[in-house]
């Protein structure tokens, strides 16, 4: 494999977390609303986080949660981009893709952490959204998606599930037949799935997920440019990502890393999201 390594970016000094909700639709869990903005994880520590099992064992996986992380040289991955004591990668274990759905959990019910009921939920929405991720990850057909990770970069020997500190997740498509921009997550006619070949690819990205006590160290914006750099190899032309209006600390992110308001041309939006785009042709 090709492997692609980048310089390392700052995130801007100021991003905070709470924004709206997102709803489960169909296959699949977006947490775009939300995951517009670097969040999670009150429960994954700098030290030991409290991994639930999954709730569908029948349902394939590796999943070991004492696995012990392998060497960066080892993981085989396409997409590198390390930063300060970090790297961001592609997920490629198991255990990453769980803990990538559990901080987006986290993330979903940050809110409600007064909740008894609220871990129940949580386990439940990760075990969910785990195999949908994978689903969708391995699901190559007309749709490319990545979900990519970023993972302490250091030589204290650690398992899996206590090196990722944050998530993002790429999808590299055609635009569907009579689709102008991404639709909102949740929002596309089901009747549309047909694409258009002919049409340049864009990427989208959703889910940016950063544990709280790993923030402002750069690493939302690095898993962004590591997959904005992912979608240009892939042929996308254009990089989307859907923002809550109010949402200004993700806004001045998503400003900061080179996303713009997309002129909708007066097509209908969301009240409360707006859409930023990133031209890789430039």
């Known amino acids: 494999n090709c492997r692609m390594f980048s310089s390392f970016r700052k995130d801007e000094p100021v991003i905070s977390t709470n924004s709206g909700k997102e709803e489960m639709i169909a296959h699949s869990v977006n947490v775009a609303r939300k995951a517009s903005i670097p969040s999670v994880s009150s429960n994954i520590s700098n030290r030991t986080p409290v991994t639930p099992t999954p709730l569908h064992p029948a349902e394939p996986s590796d999943l070991r949660f004492n696995r012990l992380r392998p060497s960066i040289e080892k993981s085989d991955c396409k997409y590198t981009r390390y930063f300060g004591r970090y790297v961001a990668r592609e997920a490629i274990m198991d255990e990453e893709y769980w803990i990538a759905a559990w901080l987006r959990a986290e993330d979903h019910y940050e809110d409600q952490s007064g909740d008894r009921y609220v871990e129940s939920f949580k386990r439940k ?90 923030r402002r160290q750069g690493i939302a914006s690095n898993m962004l440019l590591l997959a904005i750099d992912a979608a240009r190899l892939d042929g996308a032309e254009s990089i989307y990502i859907h923002v809550h209006k109010d949402n200004l600390p993700a806004r001045r992110l998503y400003d900061h890393v080179g996303f713009k308001m997309v002129d909708m041309d007066g097509a209908r939006q969301s009240s409360d999201l707006c859409l930023l785009s990133f031209n890789s042709m430039h």
């Open 125 to 214: 929405f990760a075990s969910q959204e785990f195999h949908a991720l994978k689903k969708r990850c391995g699901r190559q057909v007309g749709e490319k998606y990545t979900c990519f990770v970023a993972v302490k970069n250091d030589d204290v020997t650690r398992t899996v599930v206590n090196s990722v500190v944050g998530t993002v997740d790429l999808c590299v498509r055609h635009p569907l037949h009579g689709e102008t921009y991404p639709a909102e997550p949740g929002n596309t006619p089901f009747y549309s799935r047909i694409y258009q070949p002919d049409q340049p690819k864009f990427g989208y990205l959703t889910n940016v997920c950063v544990a709280k006590y790993a």
